[in-house]
């Protein structure tokens, strides 16, 4: 898992992976500490060749996820909502169900 995306979400800039098919059943990867997305590498593959589109980010504090102001509280929650959000596209208009694992 090399080609990290970053995308700017509430108070985070959030350091991911987005692999897969555009439109497979997503699958929402989070790691715990201490580990990092790396924790996933042996089976995101092997989810992807079944179909899966694979969202894989850096949860606050690893990788290239970055709070945008240092004065902004921190919580889990900053993380997870935009991921979610972001699962649920690249077609706003229909429903995608996300399987979440971490």
């Known amino acids: ?7 700017d ?21 989070l790691h715990g500490w201490p580990y990092d997305i790396h924790a996933y590498d042996e089976v995101t593959p092997i989810l992807v060749e079944a179909g899966c589109r694979m969202i894989v980010p850096y949860l ?8 945008l102001s240092a004065d902004t509280p ?14 649920r596209n690249p077609d706003p208009t229909r429903t995608t169900t996300c399987a979440l694992v971490g």
């Open 60 to 67: 606050r504090g690893y990788g290239t996820t970055r709070f």
């Open 74 to 87: 921190r919580n889990g929650e900053q993380v997870a909502r935009p991921c979610v959000l972001e699962a």
């Open 9 to 29: 979400a509430g108070e985070l800039n959030i350091g991911y992976v987005d692999a897969g098919p555009e439109h497979g059943p997503v699958v929402l990867l």
């Open 1 to 7: 898992m090399t080609d990290v995306k970053q995308i």
